[in-house]
């Protein structure tokens, strides 16, 4: 009897034992330029399309967020006393390129993010860069932008320049931050710089010349500077996940149909080739019921759908919520990217699920295939307090879907980047707080102080343990 006794506690200890992460996991945090630098104008800088959206709204903006500009060896050094293996921030083009264009080089830009970049490699951390994080410069939105495809050539020189200045410390590139952001943000509400409201078409154009540019600056990565540095080239994909409402099958084709019409959209041209089926038959079909002569949705030749396809190293997934979805037919009417969709859930009422995530990483992996994964993105929006156990729950829960896949579904999950190292400029506003750190907007000196989830993931990284 006493040896059953020992066996059951043994197995009750050995369930609620901490789990391991492999050691060569990557755990991270996350920021972008727009949103901690600040020194909109100092040493060169040009317009970009939020400096121009905000300051005409008249409306909080980035001008000088966390300092980070000129703060950078205090963000440096958090991150490494946080015990960071990756941090993840991107690269100002109108910084690097006042006007957006290579005959502008700003040297002053060039040599700032290399104190950084080299910064991060002296203490240990590796520099994960993303080359477009929704900061476009000014000019080249006045030239159409993502509307325009010479765009794609504006964007492969300002990416090439990087990878000539920083190739040899950077081993991990994103090319671009949450494409459908970019898109349906910024071409399809008012809400996003540029802020054109183009919501039946012009996003749809915009997700067009956004891959081929993607896929011009993976090409040259992979022609003209892998064979020298060996790095990897993906992008930053932002979706929820979606359960049916219902177990009906309407339901459960509307959670199909959403997740097409947000991940599929960029994975599946990407990883598979082409548009999502049904996203190319939907609003094909929807096109001409509305009376237009072909479909709002352009159409790949197949050497475009070739030259996209398989133009990423890693699977980089941004992903936060979960919401329950329904389906959602529409009548035809005005052209719109939700009614394309056919699904509709309360954007106001994400649910607490974080098992979830295991759902969304094995979605992923059995449809694209892409053979790693890295969270690129992931965090809670709380209020302004320093005992933020929300957040650490939170991750906690994510945190364990992510381990739940790399032990019982074997995927290549590699990294996990939170977001964010530290509270900053959410696009609007000042008050989401998603930071480990909190910065007192307030003081002269942007003061930044951690939060119990910055010990937290510090004893995470250091013990590469998470309790069950």
């Not at 060569?24 to 060169?44: C, H, P, R, V």
């Not at 809400?191 to 078409?201: Q, Y």
């Not at 979706?239 to 959670?255: G, K, L, M, V």
């Not at 352009?298 to 919401?323: A, C, H, M, R, W």
């Amino acid at each position: 009897m006493l040896t059953k006794v020992v066996i059951v506690l043994g197995f009750i200890a050995g369930t609620l034992a901490a789990r391991k992460f492999p050691d060569e996991f990557l755990f991270g945090a996350a920021t972008s330029a727009y949103q901690i630098e600040g020194a909109w104008n100092e040493d060169g800088k040009g317009e970009n399309i939020w400096d121009k959206f905000l300051h005409d709204a008249n409306r909080d903006n980035g001008d000088v967020a966390c300092d980070s500009y000129h703060r950078w060896e205090e963000d440096i050094a958090n991150a490494q006393a946080l015990g960071l293996d990756s941090y993840r921030f991107s690269i100002a083009w109108s910084r690097i390129l006042p006007n957006g264009t290579i005959n502008s080089i700003n040297r002053k830009a060039i040599d700032h993010y290399a104190k950084l970049i080299k910064g991060l490699v002296e203490v240990g951390i590796e520099p994960l860069v993303t080359i477009y994080h929704w900061d476009m410069p000014e000019y080249i939105s006045q030239l159409g932008g993502l509307l325009n495809i010479q765009f794609v050539d504006y964007f492969e020189d300002f990416a090439r320049l990087l990878f000539q200045e920083y190739g040899s410390y950077v081993k991990y590139w994103f090319t671009i931050n949450e494409p459908h952001a970019v898109c349906s943000g910024g071409y399809g509400s008012t809400l996003v710089a540029p802020g054109l409201n183009l919501v039946g078409d012009g996003l749809y154009q915009c997700s067009y010349i956004l891959l081929k540019a993607h896929a011009r600056v993976y090409h040259i990565y992979d022609e003209e500077f892998k064979p020298n540095y060996g790095g990897k080239v993906g992008m930053a994909l932002n979706t929820n996940w979606f359960d049916p409402t219902t177990d009906t099958a309407e339901d459960i084709e509307a959670q199909e149909r959403v997740l097409q019409f947000m991940l599929g959209w960029w994975a599946n041209p990407v990883f598979l080739g082409n548009w999502p089926q049904i996203m190319i038959e939907r609003i094909a079909s929807r096109s001409a019921l509305e009376g237009f002569a072909r479909s709002r949705l352009p159409v790949f030749t197949q050497e475009e759908i070739e030259y996209i396809n398989g133009t990423s190293d890693f699977f980089g997934l941004n992903s936060y919520k979960v919401y329950d979805v329904s389906n959602s037919e529409s009548p035809i009417g005005s052209p719109s990217y939700r009614l394309d969709m056919g699904a509709t859930w309360d954007s106001t009422n994400p649910q607490s699920r974080p098992e979830k995530f295991r759902s969304l990483i094995k979605f992923i992996n059995g449809r694209y295939q892409p053979g790693s994964i890295m969270i690129s993105e992931n965090g809670l929006q709380t209020d302004d307090h320093l005992d933020d156990q929300d957040r650490i729950s939170y991750m906690s829960g994510f945190l364990n879907s992510v381990l739940d896949a790399i032990e019982l579904d074997n995927i290549n999950v590699f990294g996990y980047t939170a977001w964010s190292l530290m509270d900053n400029f959410e696009w609007g506003s000042y008050e989401p707080k998603f930071g480990l750190i909190r910065v007192d907007f307030e003081s002269a000196n942007k003061t930044r102080t951690w939060k119990d989830s910055a010990r937290w993931y510090q004893n995470l990284i250091a013990t590469r343990s998470l309790e069950n």
